[in-house]
T-cell receptor
Framework: EAGVVQSPRYKIIEKKQPVAFWCNPISGHNTLYWYLQNLGQGPELLIRYENEEAVDDSQLPKDRFSAERLKGVDSTLKIQPAELGDSAVYLC?????????FGPGTRLTVT | GQQLNQSPQSMFIQEGEDVSMNCTSSSIFNTWLWYKQDPGEGPVLLIA?????ELTSNGRLTAQFGITRKDSFLNISASIPSDVGIYFCAGQLAGAGSYQLTFGKGTKLSVIP
């Protein structure tokens, strides 16, 4: 069974530029999560989807971050415009009513 | 955001030694999870604990869900070089449709051959 797929794996952009990350969850997993992981820290939840509905986005900085999961499968997380402090690893995870399984993450560097 | 207290932050051990790390919280959780993260990869689930007092093993790994539901520990026996990585504990409070995970800051394990 394929795991959670994320792309790109690495992204380097200049500040004020937009950036987007893509996630394909494990087949059949209706719950999808986006996490932010800063260096030396554990992951922190940004947003959680149940199918296509965002049910917990309280930690998402909505002035510059947005996410969508239009058909309840793949998801995209966008930052516009990016700031230096957004440099981090963005992790996607999925679950089916229980344990969460993580993708490899996208390492974002904002210069 | 809220994080768990995980200790130690890092440890250096000789190959073959046993390892113990733990996680404590001021809040109770219904589930405790232990993940391992290798450089450049996402966390990989090692063990999941669902019941207070539960002791679960996965190969050389053993984890326990504390009786108070506010702590958990992970033991690794007879460490080998591939055990190197960062180990995260995570607490999950499932209820009212919420499955949010709260992570510790991780324990970085180095194994000296």
């Amino acid at each position: 069974e394929a795991g959670v797929v994320q792309s790109p794996r690495y992204k380097i952009i200049e500040k004020k530029q937009p950036v987007a990350f893509w996630c394909n969850p494990i087949s059949g997993h209706n719950t999808l999560y986006w996490y932010l992981q800063n260096l030396g820290q554990g992951p922190e939840l940004l947003i959680r989807y149940e199918n296509e509905e965002a049910v917990d986005d309280s930690q998402l900085p909505k002035d510059r971050f947005s996410a969508e999961r239009l058909k309840g499968v793949d998801s995209t997380l966008k930052i516009q415009p990016a700031e230096l402090g957004d440099s981090a690893v963005y992790l996607c995870a999925s679950s089916h009513g229980g344990e969460q399984y993580f993708g490899p993450g996208t390492r974002l560097t904002v210069t | 955001g809220q994080q768990l207290n995980q200790s130690p932050q890092s440890m250096f051990i000789q190959e073959g030694e046993d390892v113990s790390m733990n996680c404590t919280s001021s809040s109770i959780f219904n589930t405790w999870l232990w993940y391992k993260q290798d450089p450049g990869e996402g966390p990989v689930l090692l063990i999941a604990l669902y019941k207070a007092g539960e002791l679960t093993s996965n190969g050389r790994l053993t984890a326990q869900f504390g009786i108070t539901r506010k702590d958990s520990f992970l033991n690794i026996s007879a460490s080998i070089p591939s055990d190197v990585g960062i180990y995260f504990c995570a607490g999950q409070l499932a209820g009212a449709g919420s499955y949010q995970l709260t992570f510790g800051k991780g324990t970085k394990l180095s194994v000296i051959p």
